[in-house]
């Protein structure tokens, strides 16, 4: 079975160590929360990338990142004192918080744009038009692990209102124009979109009526 998180970070981890292998990395994280109930081989949601706990001592957790993993998502720009959104995966008994969110990153983000809004904060984030069709207004999003709700879709933009709980207790509030996030889009909308797509490429051409069909011939 597949790992679930729920994109309500549990803690704000803070990198103790990377060492750097050619093209992959180990990463020793120090939490707190996450520590309770730990065991070797858990997944925990790091900025929103599902890792493995590898070690554990006291209050700091080793995990490895694989080349695929620091290409596609912001792990490389990581540095000792890094502060980080930390998430276990959540239990089959547990309350379901955000959406689901898998852990597996669909690319990086830009914050393009920050700026107040009474009591929230307004961010834009630029992302590829591929991971545009993903994105729906008032759809859900995660943001370097981080359940959010989508305020508003451009062309190649989007934006999310950030309430002052979500600012205190995650790392986003940190974030400065031209950082990089990590960016999963909804896994539901994934699934609608590839039935849907499958469902068109096998539906007769002649049966799938549109205004132009119609007007070709004299409707």
């Known amino acids: 079975m597949h790992n679930m998180f729920t994109g309500i970070v549990e803690e704000v981890g803070e990198i103790v160590s990377i060492r750097r292998g ?20 858990d997944s925990i949601a790091v900025n929103g ?3 493995t706990v590898t070690e554990f001592l006291g209050n700091v957790f080793s995990t ?11 792990l490389s720009l990581l540095s000792t004192g890094s502060h980080v959104n930390l998430e276990r995966a959540m239990s089959a008994s547990g309350r379901f918080g955000g959406h689901i969110v898998t852990g597996h990153i669909d690319g990086t983000a830009k914050v393009s744009d920050i700026r107040k809004d009474d009591n929230a904060v307004i961010i834009r ?6 991971q545009m069709e ?12 981080i359940s959010l709700t989508v305020a508003s879709v451009d062309k190649d933009s989007f934006t999310v209102s950030v309430i002052p ?3 205190k207790e995650t790392i986003l509030l940190e ?21 849907i797509a499958k469902t068109e490429a096998k539906t007769p051409a002649v049966s799938r009526i549109t205004e132009e069909y119609l007007r070709e011939r004299g409707f």
């Not at 050619?22 to 081989?41: W, Y």
């Not at 694989?66 to 290409?71: F, G, Y």
């Open 49 to 51: 990338i599902c890792l």
């Open 165 to 167: 709980h979500t600012g």
């Open 134 to 145: 993903g994105i729906i207004e008032k759809g859900s999003v995660a943001i370097d692990g």
């Open 22 to 41: 050619s093209r992959s990395a180990t990463l020793k994280i120090k939490g707190n929360v996450i520590f309770s109930d730990m065991k070797l081989g």
């Open 64 to 74: 490895d990142a694989t080349p695929e993993t620091l290409d596609r998502t912001s």
């Open 175 to 195: 974030r400065k124009r031209g950082d990089i996030v990590n960016l999963e889009t909804d896994v539901i909308g994934k699934y609608v979109a590839k039935f």
């Open 125 to 130: 984030f630029t992302c590829t038009k591929e």
